[in-house]
């Protein structure tokens, strides 16, 4: 898979983010709500990526900056034909890297608890619980977690 940085309103990334929406209603029964402004993903203040396989978008993930030292994951996903081939994993890593090369020493998330292949993406990837933020902080389907960078910077570095 090939990543790309791209505008969040770039072409591909509309349509992989629609596409997660679409799996939000799904399961929950409605999109995500949360506010977003494509300007949050641009850098410096953010990053969004794509991934490419055979010249299709099938992945996608970005950053955007929450508070002095830390980043917020948003719009994580793998069209279902890509599945289960280590590219939510390759997308997670490449966005811990650049967010820890901006200075970034924390990310954090929210998921929810519908999303159990998500939940246990950022386990095994070491993130743990965090107190809740943002639109969902009162939703008891929502699952809160974040991940210090600065502990994970040998291995990030690595990628």
């Known amino acids: 898979m090939d990543l790309r940085v791209v505008a969040y309103d770039d072409p591909d ?3 992989l983010i629609d596409a997660v929406q679409q799996e939000y209603v799904v ?3 409605e999109t995500d ?3 977003v402004d494509p300007a949050e993903f641009a850098p410096p203040l953010g990053l969004f990526v794509v991934g490419y396989l055979d010249g299709e978008p ?3 993930g970005g950053w955007r900056v929450r508070g002095d030292a830390e980043a917020e994951l948003k719009r994580m996903y793998v069209v279902d ?3 289960g081939k280590g590219f939510a994993r390759a997308v997670l890593a ?3 890297r650049t967010a820890l090369d901006a200075g970034r020493r924390r990310l954090v998330l929210e998921t929810g608890l519908k999303q159990p292949e998500a939940i246990a993406l950022y386990r095994s990837a070491g993130y743990t619980d965090v107190p809740a933020f943002g639109h969902y902080r ?3 389907l929502s699952v809160y977690l974040g991940k210090d960078l600065e ?3 040998g291995d990030l570095r690595a990628r």
């Open 27 to 29: 399961r929950y029964g």
């Open 138 to 140: 009162d939703d008891p």
């Open 33 to 35: 709500a949360t506010p």
């Open 81 to 83: 034909a890509a599945r």
């Open 58 to 60: 099938v992945a996608c």
């Open 13 to 15: 990334a509309v349509k």
């Open 151 to 153: 502990a994970s910077r």
């Open 94 to 96: 490449e966005l811990e």
